[in-house]
């Protein structure tokens, strides 16, 4: 099977809802912080879907160990 580049960098075009936030922070002279992150609004569900299962474990645990010690 043979190999197939393509030639230049091809912009894929972005989800229709994705959010976009971008941040730079300079500290002195010299220093200088960039960031930019991209999610969409399923990621955020995700996002707080896991946070709760995490934290729903998390209180499972130390009630467990609280339940343990009496």
Do not use: C, D, W
Not at 6 to 24: D, R, W, Y
Not at 45 to 55: E, F, P, Q, Y
Request: proline letters at 6%; hydrophobic letters at 45%.
């Amino acid at each position: 099977m043979p190999l197939v580049q393509e030639e230049g960098s091809v912009a894929l075009p972005s989800h229709p809802e994705e959010i976009k936030s971008t941040f730079e922070m300079r500290v002195g002279k010299n220093i200088t912080l960039q960031a930019s992150a991209r999610i969409t609004p399923a990621g955020v569900i995700s996002t707080g879907v896991a946070l709760a299962a995490m934290m729903f474990a998390a209180g499972y645990l130390v009630s467990s160990l609280r339940g343990s010690r009496r």
